[in-house]
């Protein structure tokens, strides 16, 4: 089994920056598709980012296209951890933010594919 954590979400002005950190235990990471994905209140979690294994240290990443240039995954096998950066934040960015890690790595963009989850890191943007 794998245990997930968050961290790093706050309360920040609109165009502002953050980083979330998913820090990982149980298990290696290294060949786990790795998700980000957001819930805004009273709605379905959403697609952010995910990246997934394509060959000996090798990752590809995908993204939202409401958010391509704006936010970055990363992966840190050493750490066993993926971060979140997000840069020039708007309002429509609040929400509560989870990682996620799948064995498989297929429908990647669908929440209900992952097999594991974190709890979750609150992100606020205000105007």
């Known amino acids: 089994q794998v245990q997930l954590v968050e961290s790093g979400g706050g309360l920040v002005q609109a165009g502002a920056s953050l980083r979330l950190s998913c820090a990982a235990s149980g298990r290696s990471l290294s060949s786990y598709a790795m998700g980000w994905f957001r819930q805004g209140p009273g709605k379905e979690r959403e697609f952010v980012a995910y990246?997934?294994?394509?060959?000996?240290?090798?990752?590809?990443?995908e993204y939202a296209d409401s958010l391509k240039g704006r936010f970055t995954i990363i992966r840190d096998n050493a750490k066993n951890s993926v971060y979140l950066q997000m840069n020039s934040l708007k309002p429509e960015d609040t929400a509560v933010y989870y990682c996620?890690?799948?064995?498989?790595?297929?429908?990647?963009?669908?929440?209900?594919?992952?097999?594991?989850w974190g709890q979750g890191t609150q992100v606020t943007v205000s105007s």
């Open positions: 990246t997934k294994w394509i060959g000996p240290n090798a990752y590809s990443a």
């Open positions: 996620a890690a799948n064995l498989g790595s297929t429908y990647l963009k669908s929440a209900s594919t992952y097999d594991y």
